[in-house]
Structure formats: structure tokens, C-alpha cells
């Protein structure tokens, strides 16, 4: 939010406050100054080696080069058709300026001009920025000689004195400015360009940041300079009351929870006064007419964005002139269409909120109005959707401009919306607006009817309208006002302070909170203004925050922490998880973490469900579901990575599996990717093989063993998983599958943006893995020496090598110690569907085995395997 100080200066004095120290107060109180930005007023120096607390842009004002001045009389240059000759007074003496704007262009020539037009005069040596330079570029004015005529100071637009980028032509002031005076007196400002986090969304308007700065320093808020409803003269308020004119029809509270509106008849439109387009520019809101001005005016001053209707439009698509107007707020219907002030033809949500009347919709709630309603100024030349030129009463490609006649009775609105609808909706169309900016954050439907009034006050003053009586109000769902307990204790326990409740009172009350002490405590109401304010624990919490930036975090001293610790109790989960990870880095693995929302066409690539656990209020489409599958969101990584000489990527995250009116279960995963070379490219490094089936295997089987699990079976997958059948196992600990792993299939792997090597990928149930008993057992080095033997047999091709295997364990008993498998062979020589296994065997007994002794294990061995398998040893 980009704040005039001016504009601040209106509800709080800030005498003996620095600009900097303005900024340092908001920032440490939690609305953190991003920039200054100077416009006039002196720009403050630091010494050499000072550092700058702020990032500080703009321009400072030379008070007696810049001052106020009135053009007498506009005249032809002798020497160039499109350059005037100004008759002008500075308040000191009469000068004679050259200039080519063209807002006076058509008053060349004129004569004697009735009313002096008031200007920016900036006179010889005045430094300014150079309007017709790309960029700010300052220059110093100096004397030369222009088509003959000496030129030596000028009338400033807007871009030369660095209130906005305009240089097209000078600045207007309004008739009651001073000639003569500087003209950083006159309208010397700075902007502060704040940063407004969501919790603190009640301060996006002057008003809030006043009363937050009045509690800060101790000063008064001068609330009361703002325009109130009973303060308007009986000359701008007549004719028949508005509610008899108009009716409100609320479908949803929910959506909508309040809606005001207010009637302003015979209004002139026309240009604000310039000051208050001043104002609005700086803000950083474009200014249009007095009308919208005042929405724009109103809406930043107060923080309730209002939205202006044509009247008579809406009296025009009533079919009966005597009924009332209706207006009804309705969720839209999906395929429904509306044109909006920016020429474009929106199809509408059911999610979509509408303000229609009984014709039909008239604008997008909370986001931006409709192009047939609008304020219509048909002095102006407008500029439809496409760009081009309209001239008034034409039709338009974008947006409806056939009318002839500009808008002289307004109908304003107010309203609550349901900032999660408006998040939604804006995000939707893509429209973000300053309204949207405040609704979809949450403005208290209080704000509704002291939007409505201050805005038809301004209209009053500056289109000298008539305010019809009273407000049509329909306040169907009124927000129950937070109380929460507050004692010192509570202070002193959480922020480390000893306050009494007289002092906790004081500084609440300053943020407009309603305190009252009673029995010990206080009792703490929100003011209507707030709805970030919780009750119970929260709302202790709540409150506490708002004592402690009341009172100053810098003032807080640093203390010990009072209360016990409580006791150190360990997270076996956590803990174990932890030497997972460890583990997996330790084997050359790299952790990724992912987003748990995903969508269930970014998951069907590796396998499909039927439900999700949906997200009601999803940052975008493809984040619109809870995954339920890790790998797939590892393998989206691994894909954007594609490029990468070598991955070998995991993550330990949970899966969401919905349960039916219930939460959904969150079980713990384990993923792993690998694809690219095995060996990093180097000189002596040619063809460097790519990661296969066994690397991840040999990984699996070290975290295993990192993990202390010994009884292990690797087995065919099934056929559920995205895996290739061929290349493709489960992993079985302790009986129980714990995992799969193996190479992507090729049908799942097309469809994602891989290169040529193979991806392998592995996934494992952790609840199921951390479940089973670990071997701690210590197993004691023998004093007899190993014997060592090579066995090879020929079994069907059907036979697992594992349970070849287990026979072999089994039928050794302890005296075999360890069996790998260390080749198998195929060939037509030992038989079509025939395959050869060759074992290592390791016999240890507790004495020194004899050759004899080895070859009886041996031989019962290859019996038991002949009998079992229908094994034949290999000669």
C-alpha cells in the first residue's frame, strides 16, 4: 500500500517526527516500510559512512525555485505553430514563458483570460527531472534561446516535479491555490510504500495506519476530521428517501453477510479537485472523475471498497417505472456472462458471486462492476477493449458505451463479502483490483454504511450533488464481537513484562479496543473494525500481540524464560526417520521435498485412484488434490531435472488415503529415483555405463542393512505397479512386503519428458518397514577357519533363485554360513527352458571341517535340491 504522508496528516499530527522515524515506528510495530518515496519534501541527508535505514527514491523541492503561479494569458510563439508564449505571474513578478503543452493549447490566443489558470512554475536554476527523458534523468533549468525567444524557466507537469510518469501536459491546480507560495508547502509530500501482510489487512487504509501510528507514539486519532453522516448540510440532502426507491434481496449470508446502499442525485461529473488527484496518484490509483474518485478516495481513506451504479440505467430495466429496483446478491450460474469495466465478456462459476437486479447481473461482487451500469461521463472519448477510439454514444467491440447523456444519479454500494469466495474469484478471472486486494483479506461488515456515507459526502463536495436520506441497509448475519480475559500474569508469563491492567488498558484502548477491569482481569472487546481477533487461548494470544506492539518490541527486555521446560520426551518416528535419511545421503542419495498437493491427471501417469482428498480452496488446478502416491511426486523432480549428467534423488513425506466423513489417513512413504551415467563424465571415464536394476538394488540392500534387517527376500512385483514386469521386484523383510523397486515401464515413462536411460524408481511403506524387529544380536568371530565351494546347478527356468536359495540354508543347517549367487548361465547345451545357477557356499562349524565333512554337506545339499526342484549338478 503507497501512503501520502499528507493524506496521514489528516487524522494524526506528526509534529517533531521525521518522515524515517515515521517508518521506523510502523516497521518494528509489523507494517514494514519497503520505500520512500519523496515528492517535494526534503529528502533527508546522511553523513559519509551513515547507513540508510530505508530505500529512499524521488525528488526534494528548492523552496524558492518552485512556487505556485497563474497564466494571465496564453499567445502565439512568433516562431513556432505548436509553442505558446505564457503571460504569468509568480506571485513576485510578471514572466514570460514558452511551453507546448497542450491542455492549454486551445487558449492561444484568447486574450485576457477571465479566470488565470494556477500552475507549477519552476524558475531559472531550479532542479527538476526532465519530462521527456526515458526514466528519471534530473536536469537544472538554464537560460537558452528556443525559436528565437528566451527560455529560461517553465510550467511543470507532473513527471518533472516526480509525482507520476505523466509529461503529456502541466498540472491544473485548483482556483484557491495560493499564487506565490512554494510549492512544498503548498503540496510538498512523501509516499511510505508499505508492505500489508495478511494480518494486518485492517490497515490497508490511511485511517488504519493513523491509529496504529496514534498508539505507537501516545497521539491523538482525529477521527473526527473524516466526514460524517449527520454532518451534512441541509442543502445537499433532499427528495424522496432511498428506501422507497430501492429494495435488497440477500440469497447466501455467507457469501454475502451485509449490503448498503446510498442514493446521490443531480451530480455534475467532472475532474476532481486536483489535490485530492494528487492524493490517488501517489496512492497509486489512476484518478477518472469526481464520481469514481470519491469510491477510490473513500475506500483508500476508510479501507471499504464501495462500487458506483447509473441510477437511471437501472430505473431503465425495471419493467414497471413505478416498482422499486431490486437488487439481489446470487451465486452466479455456470456459463453465465457479464462484461466487465474492462471491456472483457467473463464467463461465470457457480463459486462466482453476483449483484444482479431482476433483469440480470450488473457486476462481479467484490472484484470489479459491470460495463452497462457504470458511471458514464459522455464528455470524455473513451477507448473500447481493443483500443480503439470511441467517440461518446457509439457502440463499442468491448464494452456497451451507447449512451449519449453522462450519469447524474448514482446509486453507491457497500458490502461484506466472503473474503475466501473473493480470493477465489479474483484468482479465477484473473482481476486483481484494489477491491479484491481488501475483500479478499476480510473487511468488517461495520465498515459497510460508513463507506457508503463517506463516499456520497464526497460526491456532495465535489459534484455538487444532492444526497437522498437514509441508507438501504439488510444485515442478515452479524459477526459475533471477540471477548477475551487479559490479566498481568498472562502479560508477564508471554511477553516477559509487568504491566498492571491500568497500563494493558491504556495501551488497547489506544487500538480502539473496549476494556473493563473487573475482578482481577480485564474483560477485552474487539473493536468492529477487527476480525483477526479470536477468543479463548487464541484470543489471549491475539490480544497479547496487539499489547506488545502497542507497547514496543524493541522496549520488551530480553529475559529468561520463567516458566519449567517441560519434560524432554523423544520421537522414536521422528528419530528413526532422521537415520533414514542420514543412511540414504551416506549411499550417495540426494533428498528433495515435494508439494503434497498435486492432481489426479499429474498422478495417473504412474497410477491411478478412484478418490482424493480434495482441496476446497486449491492456489491452482494443478494443486487441487492431496496425493496419494510419493513416487509421482518424486518423478515430477527427477523430470524437471531431466538434463542433469546423473540423478539419484529421494523423499520421506506421508500420502493422503480418504476416509468417508472422516480425515484421511496420513501413511509415512519412502521414494527413490535414480536415472543418468553411474560414473561422472571425466578424461580417463569413456561410455560410462547408465544406473540399471542392480544399482538400486545394491542401495537397497545397504539402507537395509543400515537398518539392522537381515532376513530379506527379493521377489517378482506384481503387476500393479508402473514398473517394467521384466526388471522389476518386491522386497520382503521378514516375510512381510515392504517395498518395490525396479526400472519405469516404458508406457509410463513416455509420458514424461526423460531422455534415453533408463529410470529407476523404488517405493516403500515406512509404518510397515518401522514396524518390524530390527537384529541388534552381536555374532562372536570363530576361532576355525572358513571352507569355501562353488556349486552349479541346472533347474527349470520357472525356479526363483531364492528359493533355490533357501533349500540351500536350509538343508546346511548352521554349518552354512552364506550362499551368493554369483552367475547364472543359458544356453542350448544345458537344455531349451534351462537355466544354470552357480552358488558360493561359506561352510563354518565350531572345529575345523575336513574335506570329507564338506563334501557330505555338500552332497546332501545337491539330493535335497534334486528331490525338491529336480536341480541336475553341473559336471
Given at each position: 500500500?503507497k501512503?501520502?504522508?499528507?493524506?496521514?496528516?489528516?487524522?494524526?499530527?506528526?509534529?517533531?517526527?521525521?518522515?524515517?522515524?515515521i517508518?521506523?515506528?510502523?516497521?518494528l510495530?509489523?507494517?514494514?516500510?519497503?520505500?520512500?518515496?519523496?515528492?517535494?519534501?526534503?529528502?533527508?541527508?546522511?553523513?559519509?559512512?551513515?547507513?540508510?535505514?530505508?530505500?529512499?527514491?524521488g525528488?526534494?523541492?528548492?523552496?524558492?525555485?518552485?512556487?505556485?503561479a497563474?497564466?494571465?494569458?496564453?499567445?502565439?510563439?512568433?516562431?513556432?505553430?505548436?509553442l505558446t508564449?505564457?503571460?504569468l505571474?509568480?506571485?513576485?513578478?510578471?514572466?514570460v514563458?514558452?511551453?507546448?503543452?497542450?491542455?492549454?493549447?486551445?487558449?492561444?490566443?484568447?486574450?485576457?483570460?477571465?479566470?488565470?489558470?494556477?500552475?507549477?512554475?519552476?524558475?531559472?536554476?531550479?532542479?527538476?527531472?526532465?519530462?521527456?527523458?526515458?526514466?528519471?534523468?534530473?536536469?537544472?533549468?538554464?537560460?537558452?534561446k528556443?525559436?528565437?525567444?528566451?527560455?529560461?524557466?517553465?510550467?511543470?507537469?507532473?513527471?518533472?516535479?516526480?509525482?507520476?510518469e505523466?509529461?503529456?501536459?502541466?498540472?491544473l491546480?485548483?482556483?484557491?491555490?495560493?499564487?506565490?507560495?512554494?510549492?512544498?508547502?503548498?503540496?510538498?509530500?512523501?509516499?511510505?510504500?508499505?508492505?500489508?501482510?495478511?494480518?494486518?489487512?485492517?490497515?490497508?487504509?490511511?485511517?488504519?495506519?493513523?491509529?496504529?501510528?496514534?498508539?505507537?507514539?501516545?497521539?491523538?486519532?482525529?477521527?473526527d476530521?473524516?466526514?460524517?453522516?449527520?454532518d451534512?448540510?441541509?442543502?445537499?440532502?433532499?427528495?424522496?428517501?432511498?428506501?422507497?426507491?430501492v429494495?435488497?434481496?440477500?440469497?447466501?449470508?455467507?457469501?454475502?453477510?451485509?449490503?448498503?446502499?446510498?442514493?446521490?442525485?443531480?451530480?455534475?461529473?467532472k475532474?476532481?479537485?486536483?489535490?485530492?488527484?494528487?492524493?490517488?496518484?501517489?496512492?497509486?490509483?489512476?484518478?477518472?472523475?469526481?464520481?469514481?474518485?470519491?469510491?477510490?478516495?473513500?475506500?483508500?481513506?476508510?479501507?471499504?471498497?464501495?462500487?458506483?451504479?447509473?441510477?437511471?440505467?437501472?430505473?431503465?430495466?425495471?419493467?414497471?417505472?413505478?416498482?422499486?429496483?431490486?437488487?439481489?446478491?446470487?451465486?452466479?450460474?455456470?456459463?453465465?456472462?457479464?462484461?466487465?469495466?474492462?471491456?472483457?465478456?467473463?464467463?461465470?462459476?457457480?463459486?462466482?458471486?453476483?449483484?444482479?437486479?431482476?433483469?440480470?447481473s450488473?457486476s462481479?461482487?467484490?472484484?470489479?462492476?459491470?460495463?452497462?451500469?457504470?458511471?458514464?461521463?459522455?464528455?470524455?472519448?473513451?477507448?473500447?477493449?481493443?483500443?480503439?477510439?470511441?467517440?461518446?454514444?457509439?457502440?463499442?467491440?468491448?464494452?456497451?458505451?451507447?449512451?449519449?447523456?453522462?450519469?447524474?444519479?448514482?446509486?453507491?454500494?457497500?458490502?461484506?463479502?466472503?473474503?475466501?469466495?473473493?480470493r477465489?474469484t479474483?484468482?479465477?478471472?484473473?482481476?486483481?483490483?484494489?477491491?479484491?486486494?481488501?475483500?479478499?483479506?476480510?473487511?468488517?461488515?461495520?465498515?459497510?454504511?460508513?463507506?457508503?456515507?463517506?463516499?456520497?459526502?464526497?460526491?456532495?463536495?465535489?459534484?455538487?450533488?444532492?444526497v437522498?436520506?437514509?441508507?438501504?441497509?439488510?444485515?442478515?448475519?452479524?459477526?459475533?464481537?471477540?471477548?477475551?480475559?487479559?490479566?498481568?500474569?498472562?502479560?508477564?508469563?508471554?511477553?516477559?513484562?509487568?504491566?498492571?491492567?491500568?497500563?494493558?488498558?491504556?495501551?488497547?484502548?489506544?487500538?480502539?479496543?473496549?476494556?473493563?477491569?473487573?475482578?482481577?482481569?480485564?474483560?477485552?472487546?474487539?473493536?468492529?473494525?477487527?476480525?483477526?481477533?479470536?477468543?479463548?487461548?487464541?484470543?489471549?494470544?491475539?490480544?497479547?500481540?496487539?499489547?506488545?506492539?502497542?507497547?514496543?518490541?524493541?522496549?520488551?527486555?530480553?529475559?529468561?524464560?520463567?516458566?519449567?521446560?517441560?519434560?524432554?520426551?523423544?520421537?522414536p518416528?521422528?528419530?528413526?526417520?532422521?537415520?533414514?535419511?542420514?543412511?540414504?545421503?551416506?549411499?550417495?542419495?540426494?533428498?528433495?521435498?515435494?508439494?503434497r498437493?498435486?492432481?489426479?491427471?499429474?498422478?495417473?501417469?504412474?497410477?491411478?485412484?478412484?478418490?482424493y482428498?480434495?482441496?476446497?480452496?486449491?492456489?491452482?488446478?494443478?494443486?487441487?488434490?492431496?496425493?496419494?502416491?510419493?513416487?509421482?511426486?518424486?518423478?515430477?523432480?527427477?523430470?524437471?531435472?531431466?538434463?542433469?549428467?546423473?540423478?539419484?534423488?529421494?523423499?520421506?513425506?506421508?500420502?493422503?488415503?480418504?476416509?468417508?466423513?472422516?480425515?484421511?489417513?496420513?501413511?509415512?512413504?519412502?521414494?527413490?529415483?535414480?536415472?543418468?551415467?553411474?560414473?561422472?563424465?571425466?578424461?580417463?571415464?569413456?561410455?560410462?555405463?547408465?544406473f540399471?536394476?542392480?544399482?538400486?538394488?545394491?542401495?537397497?540392500?545397504?539402507?537395509?542393512?543400515?537398518?539392522?534387517?537381515?532376513?530379506?527376500?527379493?521377489?517378482?512385483?506384481?503387476?500393479?505397479?508402473?514398473?517394467?514386469?521384466?526388471?522389476?521386484?518386491?522386497?520382503?523383510?521378514n516375510?512381510?512386503?515392504?517395498g518395490?523397486?525396479?526400472?519405469?515401464?516404458?508406457?509410463?515413462?513416455?509420458?514424461?519428458?526423460?531422455?534415453?536411460?533408463?529410470?529407476?524408481?523404488?517405493?516403500?511403506?515406512?509404518?510397515?518397514?518401522?514396524?518390524?524387529?530390527?537384529?541388534?544380536?552381536?555374532?562372536?568371530?570363530?576361532?576355525?577357519?572358513?571352507?569355501?565351494?562353488?556349486i552349479?546347478?541346472?533347474?527349470?527356468?520357472?525356479?526363483?533363485?531364492?528359493a533355490?536359495?533357501?533349500?540351500?540354508?536350509?538343508?546346511?543347517?548352521?554349518?552354512?554360513?552364506?550362499?551368493?549367487?554369483?552367475d547364472?548361465?543359458?544356453?542350448?547345451?544345458?537344455?531349451?527352458?534351462?537355466?544354470?545357477?552357480?552358488?558360493?557356499?561359506?561352510?563354518?562349524?565350531?572345529?575345523?571341517?575336513?574335506?570329507?565333512?564338506?563334501?557330505?554337506?555338500?552332497?546332501?545339499?545337491?539330493?535335497?535340491?534334486?528331490?525338491?526342484?529336480?536341480?541336475?549338478?553341473?559336471?
Amino acid at each position: 500500500m503507497k501512503l501520502p504522508i499528507s493524506w496521514l496528516k489528516d487524522f494524526i499530527d506528526l509534529g517533531g517526527l521525521s518522515i524515517e522515524d515515521i517508518a521506523r515506528k510502523l516497521t518494528l510495530a509489523g507494517l514494514e516500510v519497503d520505500e520512500i518515496l519523496y515528492a517535494g519534501l526534503p529528502m533527508p541527508t546522511y553523513k559519509e559512512g551513515e547507513k540508510h535505514e530505508f530505500k529512499t527514491n524521488g525528488i526534494g523541492w528548492d523552496r524558492d525555485k518552485l512556487v505556485v503561479a497563474e497564466i494571465r494569458e496564453v499567445k502565439a510563439h512568433p516562431n513556432a505553430d505548436k509553442l505558446t508564449l505564457l503571460d504569468l505571474f509568480d506571485g513576485q513578478q510578471e514572466q514570460v514563458v514558452l511551453t507546448g503543452a497542450p491542455n492549454i493549447f486551445h487558449l492561444k490566443g484568447t486574450g485576457r483570460l477571465e479566470k488565470p489558470i494556477k500552475v507549477a512554475y519552476a524558475k531559472e536554476g531550479a532542479t527538476i527531472y526532465d519530462g521527456h527523458a526515458d526514466g528519471l534523468v534530473l536536469t537544472t533549468l538554464k537560460r537558452a534561446k528556443i525559436r528565437g525567444v528566451d527560455s529560461y524557466s517553465m510550467v511543470c507537469s507532473e513527471k518533472e516535479l516526480g509525482i507520476t510518469e505523466e509529461h503529456e501536459g502541466i498540472i491544473l491546480f485548483d482556483d484557491d491555490a495560493p499564487v506565490g507560495m512554494s510549492l512544498v508547502d503548498y503540496m510538498g509530500d512523501a509516499v511510505l510504500d508499505i508492505s500489508i501482510l495478511p494480518n494486518m489487512a485492517r490497515n490497508a487504509n490511511v485511517i488504519g495506519i493513523a491509529r496504529e501510528l496514534a498508539a505507537l507514539t501516545g497521539r491523538e486519532l482525529k477521527a473526527d476530521n473524516r466526514p460524517q453522516t449527520a454532518d451534512r448540510p441541509s442543502s445537499i440532502v433532499n427528495g424522496p428517501s432511498v428506501n422507497d426507491l430501492v429494495e435488497i434481496e440477500i440469497t447466501d449470508p455467507e457469501l454475502n453477510p451485509r449490503f448498503v446502499v446510498g442514493l446521490i442525485r443531480d451530480v455534475e461529473i467532472k475532474p476532481s479537485p486536483y489535490q485530492i488527484q494528487r492524493r490517488l496518484k501517489l496512492a497509486g490509483v489512476r484518478a477518472i472523475n469526481n464520481i469514481v474518485d470519491a469510491t477510490n478516495y473513500a475506500m483508500i481513506e476508510l479501507g471499504e471498497p464501495l462500487h458506483a451504479f447509473d441510477y437511471d440505467v437501472l430505473v431503465g430495466r425495471v419493467s414497471n417505472p413505478t416498482k422499486k429496483i431490486k437488487i439481489i446478491t446470487r451465486a452466479a450460474q455456470d456459463g453465465e456472462e457479464l462484461v466487465t469495466l474492462d471491456g472483457v465478456k467473463r464467463k461465470l462459476t457457480s463459486t462466482n458471486v453476483l449483484v444482479c437486479d431482476e433483469k440480470g447481473s450488473l457486476s462481479l461482487a467484490g472484484v470489479m462492476g459491470g460495463s452497462e451500469s457504470e458511471v458514464y461521463d459522455a464528455s470524455k472519448e473513451v477507448l473500447d477493449a481493443t483500443g480503439i477510439e470511441v467517440k461518446p454514444g457509439e457502440m463499442t467491440q468491448g464494452k456497451i458505451t451507447a449512451r449519449s447523456k453522462s450519469t447524474v444519479n448514482v446509486l453507491l454500494e457497500g458490502a461484506a463479502w466472503n473474503f475466501i469466495n473473493i480470493r477465489r474469484t479474483a484468482k479465477q478471472h484473473n482481476l486483481p483490483s484494489e477491491a479484491s486486494f481488501r475483500f479478499s483479506r476480510g473487511v468488517h461488515p461495520a465498515l459497510a454504511d460508513q463507506g457508503v456515507s463517506l463516499g456520497l459526502n464526497y460526491m456532495a463536495a465535489w459534484a455538487n450533488g444532492k444526497v437522498a436520506p437514509g441508507l438501504v441497509d439488510m444485515y442478515p448475519l452479524k459477526p459475533k464481537d471477540s471477548v477475551v480475559e487479559v490479566t498481568p500474569k498472562d502479560v508477564k508469563r508471554l511477553l516477559g513484562i509487568d504491566l498492571t491492567l491500568e497500563e494493558i488498558s491504556a495501551l488497547l484502548t489506544r487500538l480502539e479496543f473496549k476494556c473493563q477491569i473487573t475482578n482481577n482481569q480485564l474483560l477485552i472487546t474487539a473493536p468492529p473494525h477487527r476480525m483477526d481477533i479470536d477468543e479463548g487461548v487464541v484470543g489471549l494470544a491475539d490480544v497479547l500481540e496487539e499489547v506488545a506492539r502497542s507497547y514496543g518490541f524493541d522496549n520488551i527486555p530480553t529475559t529468561t524464560m520463567s516458566d519449567s521446560l517441560p519434560p524432554q520426551k523423544g520421537n522414536p518416528i521422528h528419530e528413526w526417520e532422521e537415520r533414514l535419511r542420514d543412511l540414504l545421503v551416506s549411499i550417495g542419495m540426494q533428498e528433495v521435498v515435494t508439494y503434497r498437493m498435486t492432481s489426479p491427471e499429474r498422478e495417473s501417469r504412474v497410477v491411478s485412484h478412484d478418490e482424493y482428498v480434495r482441496i476446497a480452496n486449491p492456489i491452482a488446478p494443478e494443486r487441487s488434490v492431496l496425493r496419494q502416491s510419493l513416487l509421482a511426486s518424486v518423478l515430477e523432480v527427477a523430470e524437471k531435472n531431466a538434463k542433469a549428467e546423473s540423478i539419484a534423488m529421494f523423499e520421506v513425506g506421508s500420502v493422503f488415503e480418504p476416509l468417508k466423513n472422516n480425515l484421511p489417513n496420513e501413511p509415512r512413504r519412502l521414494a527413490i529415483v535414480m536415472t543418468g551415467k553411474r560414473i561422472a563424465s571425466a578424461w580417463d571415464v569413456k561410455d560410462a555405463p547408465a544406473f540399471d536394476f542392480y544399482d538400486m538394488k545394491g542401495r537397497i540392500e545397504l539402507l537395509l542393512a543400515g537398518l539392522r534387517y537381515t532376513d530379506i527376500l527379493y521377489a517378482e512385483a506384481e503387476s500393479s505397479y508402473a514398473l517394467h514386469p521384466g526388471k522389476s521386484a518386491q522386497v520382503k523383510v521378514n516375510g512381510q512386503v515392504v517395498g518395490v523397486f525396479g526400472e519405469l515401464h516404458p508406457l509410463a515413462k513416455e509420458k514424461y519428458e526423460f531422455g534415453d536411460a533408463p529410470v529407476i524408481a523404488a517405493e516403500f511403506d515406512l509404518e510397515k518397514l518401522r514396524g518390524l524387529n530390527p537384529s541388534f544380536g552381536i555374532k562372536p568371530v570363530s576361532e576355525f577357519p572358513p571352507m569355501y565351494e562353488d556349486i552349479a546347478i541346472i533347474v527349470d527356468e520357472s525356479v526363483a533363485a531364492s528359493a533355490v536359495e533357501a533349500l540351500i540354508r536350509q538343508t546346511g543347517g548352521k554349518t552354512v554360513t552364506d550362499v551368493r549367487l554369483f552367475d547364472v548361465y543359458r544356453d542350448e547345451k544345458i537344455g531349451a527352458g534351462k537355466k544354470s545357477l552357480a552358488y558360493s557356499l561359506t561352510y563354518q562349524a565350531e572345529k575345523t571341517l575336513t574335506d570329507a565333512e564338506a563334501a557330505a554337506i555338500r552332497n546332501k545339499i545337491v539330493k535335497r535340491l534334486e528331490h525338491t526342484i529336480g536341480a541336475k549338478l553341473r559336471s
